[in-house]
């Protein structure tokens, strides 16, 4: 609450509290809303936030959510000790478009036999869907996607995530930007994680897991400063 407007929220968050950590968006929205019991408590491993909101117009462009994500794990922990993971499900609303006006990827941060074989990857799914990634939104959303889709997709928004969240705005994926100068580390990609028309059309489907480790926040948010993004293995082996 704030003093100026004493009962109105400023910001506020959804969780989920999950036994594993979510991959697709339908499934969260989907469950009804349910008191959590004190015997049931101890199922739960996983916070997973999917949503934050900024309640104010006014307050558009301020960050208040690296604040409110702490405060609420640290929240959320003391009332259930069996929490050990604290994750997003977030999307990447930039990928699709990055991804439409890019024919040849140019990167000084990759070796010379990286750059090759994820621009290899983009011309040849260019070349299966005769230069119309739009080909793509029918079987997404049908849940139809090859294989080789998926795949190059993963691998494609991995090199998006890890070599063009440090653009400047309007460029870089906004979410990734966010959570990454918060302190996250970029955890999973998941595809046909959000198969509605939005998701479809900014990101092919695809969603990420962010990552908050407590201990470890301030540790990633001093490398993202300095152009390094935090990452598991499970994203910087797609590359």
């Keep these: 609450m704030h003093p100026v407007l004493p009962g109105e929220p400023l910001i506020f968050v959804e969780v989920a509290l999950l036994k594993e950590v979510p991959t697709a968006i339908a499934p969260l929205l989907e469950r009804a809303p ?15 936030f999917y949503s934050i909101s900024n309640c104010q117009p006014g307050l558009r462009g301020i960050n208040l959510g690296n604040f409110l994500i702490k405060r609420v794990a640290e929240q959320l922990q003391s009332e259930f000790p069996s929490l050990r993971i604290f994750c997003t499900l977030s999307p990447i609303p930039g990928f699709a478009a990055w991804l439409g006006r890019t024919s040849q990827i140019e990167l000084d941060t990759l070796s010379a036999d990286k750059l090759r074989r994820i621009n290899e990857t983009l011309a040849a799914l260019r070349k299966r869907h005769q230069d119309d990634l739009s ?26 995530l890890l070599h063009s969240s440090h653009q400047p705005t309007g460029q870089g994926d906004p979410v990734a930007r966010f959570h990454l100068n918060n302190g996250a580390r970029l955890e999973r990609i998941n595809s046909q994680a959000d198969l509605s028309r939005k998701g479809v059309r900014g990101s092919y489907g695809l969603m990420v897991n962010y990552l908050y480790d407590l201990d470890e926040i301030e540790n990633n948010h001093q490398a993202f400063v300095n152009g390094r993004v935090s990452a598991a293995r499970a994203v910087t082996s797609l590359i």
């Design 34 to 48: 349910a008191q959590v019991e004190a015997e049931a408590a101890p199922k739960f491993k996983v916070a997973a």
């Design 135 to 160: 080909n793509l939104a029918a079987p997404i959303a049908a849940g139809q996607l090859k294989t080789v889709d998926e795949e190059a997709l993963r691998s494609l928004c991995a090199c998006y």
